[in-house]
């Protein structure tokens, strides 16, 4: 069994930071992870459609394929997976903005490439490594880190272990507790 590497979550301003020094057209990866835990594939293949502003809910059920002749994978990576969350009042204000400002990509793709072309979570990762570096992000870190970024606010918010495994989509509450059992006050 391969030991997991503890979590060391991000602080907001690293985040921001992170943000700022990223292009602007591409800041809203930064903003999903943060805000909702998806994975970095989900957070790629979030349309417009997806988002039900009225509720304020994120309906998770597809993410971007890592195939170049296909925008969506075939399946999510466990049937878990496919949920819905909170859509926080700042994050729904960032969506607002960024597609008001650079538009929908391909089949109402929330994020594109520079060239209005399907973003791929090579490119994705990449630049988010370049813009984390100057914020001391260990070179061995991607964008993976906002996910467990906001798992560390919800405990520290008191959520309860099993709401962030639905919230976080994994399969078991064993998974939910080896990866972040430690950030949760009474370990």
């Given at each position: 069994?391969?030991?997991?590497?503890?979590?060391?979550?991000?602080?907001?301003?690293?985040?921001?930071q992170?943000?700022?020094?990223m292009?602007?057209?591409?800041?809203?990866?930064?903003?999903?992870?943060?805000?909702?835990g998806?994975?970095?594939?989900?957070?790629?293949?979030?349309?417009?459609?997806?988002?039900?502003?009225?509720?304020?809910?994120?309906?998770?059920?597809?993410?971007i394929?890592?195939?170049?002749?296909?925008?969506f994978?075939?399946?999510?990576?466990?049937?878990?997976?496919?949920?819905?969350?909170?859509?926080?009042?700042?994050?729904?204000?960032?969506?607002?903005?960024?597609?008001?400002?650079?538009?929908?990509?391909?089949d109402?793709?929330?994020?594109?490439?520079?060239?209005?072309?399907?973003?791929?979570?090579?490119?994705?990762?990449?630049?988010?490594?370049i813009?984390?570096?100057?914020?001391g992000?260990?070179?061995?870190?991607?964008?993976?880190?906002?996910?467990?970024t906001?798992?560390?606010?919800?405990?520290?918010?008191?959520?309860?272990?099993?709401?962030?495994?639905?919230?976080?989509?994994h399969?078991?509450?064993?998974?939910?507790?080896?990866?972040?059992?430690?950030?949760?006050?009474?370990?």
């Amino acid at each position: 069994k391969v030991k997991q590497k503890k979590v060391v979550p991000l602080s907001f301003q690293q985040v921001k930071q992170i943000a700022e020094n990223m292009s602007e057209r591409y800041r809203l990866i930064v903003w999903l992870g943060f805000y909702t835990g998806m994975r970095p594939s989900e957070a790629l293949g979030l349309t417009l459609d997806r988002i039900d502003f009225e509720n304020k809910v994120i309906h998770i059920d597809r993410q971007i394929s890592r195939y170049q002749d296909e925008i969506f994978a075939d399946s999510l990576k466990t049937p878990a997976s496919e949920r819905s969350i909170r859509l926080i009042g700042e994050l729904e204000k960032l969506i607002l903005d960024h597609v008001a400002k650079f538009g929908l990509g391909p089949d109402g793709l929330l994020l594109k490439n520079r060239l209005g072309g399907v973003w791929r979570y090579r490119d994705a990762a990449h630049r988010f490594r370049i813009a984390a570096r100057p914020v001391g992000v260990n070179a061995g870190e991607g964008l993976h880190l906002l996910r467990h970024t906001c798992v560390s606010n919800l405990i520290r918010f008191g959520y309860k272990e099993k709401v962030i495994q639905h919230w976080v989509g994994h399969e078991s509450i064993q998974e939910t507790m080896d990866t972040y059992g430690h950030l949760f006050p009474d370990h």
